[in-house]
């Protein structure tokens, strides 16, 4: 079972709807990140959590640790939103290697 | 500008060659990493690197090699014994390893195994 899970694997949805993505895992964290990768393959740091929630511009993140839940929100969708959203976290225990990652979402924001 | 630069964005080779992959950064940052990204999959760890002149196994090391000379600089050389090569490979580094600190990825590199 993979330790970081996302959902929806696929998102289409009309501009201007508000978006939901899910990010489940199973192991203890010290942090959350969320990440953008658009065609071309670069990706983008988008959110660092460890409690609570977070929001920059029409991006708003939050973060359950109890549930071992988080949640990526998009305001006003945009087609330029359009990408794969990476949920990816860092395994507590002090350990010095890199992150563990979901598979991804694929959204897509129709005009 | 700061930042994390990969070359080439593509790449091909012939099955049975070594290739190197570059990444190089001026960021300042300590730490370093090497991903595989393959379609359906996330990202799997390859390689660290904490500091100069160290480096550790990710989960997926076998066939691969690197080396960290220099801070600013960590290639990864993709072997003949790595079995399944055709990836999207991707650098990172962080201020630095074994913190929550936030990863810059590089644009990435495409390589092709013909």
């Known amino acids: 079972k993979n330790e970081v899970e996302q959902s929806p694997q696929n998102l289409t949805a009309q501009e201007g709807e508000f978006i939901t993505i899910n990010c489940s895992y199973s192991?203890?964290?010290?942090?959350l990140h969320w990440l953008q990768q658009h065609p071309g393959g670069g990706i983008v740091s988008l959110f660092m959590?460890?409690?609570g929630k977070k929001k920059h511009g029409r991006l708003i993140a939050t973060i359950n640790i109890q549930e071992k839940h988080s949640s990526l929100h998009i305001t006003a969708s945009h087609p330029r939103d359009s990408a794969v959203y990476i949920c990816a976290v860092r395994t507590s225990g002090g350990g010095a290697d890199g992150l563990t990652f979901g598979k991804g979402t694929h959204l897509i924001i129709q005009p | 500008d700061g930042g994390i630069t990969q070359s080439p964005k593509y790449l091909f080779r012939k099955e049975g060659q070594n290739v190197t992959l570059s990444c190089e950064q001026n960021?300042?940052?300590?730490?370093m990493y090497w991903y595989r990204q393959d379609p359906g999959q996330g990202l799997r760890l390859i390689y660290y690197s904490q500091i100069v002149n160290d480096f550790q196994k990710g989960d997926i090391a076998e066939g691969y090699s690197v080396s960290r000379e220099k801070k600013e600089s960590f290639p990864l050389t993709v072997t003949s014994a790595q079995k399944n090569p055709t990836a999207f490979y991707l650098c990172?580094?962080?201020?630095?390893?074994?913190?929550?600190?936030?990863?810059?990825f590089g644009p990435g590199t495409r390589l092709t195994v013909l």
């Open positions: 192991v203890g964290i010290s942090a």
């Open positions: 990172a580094s962080s201020i630095a390893a074994g913190r929550a600190d936030t990863q810059y």
């Open positions: 960021l300042n940052h300590d730490a």
């Open positions: 959590l460890s409690s």
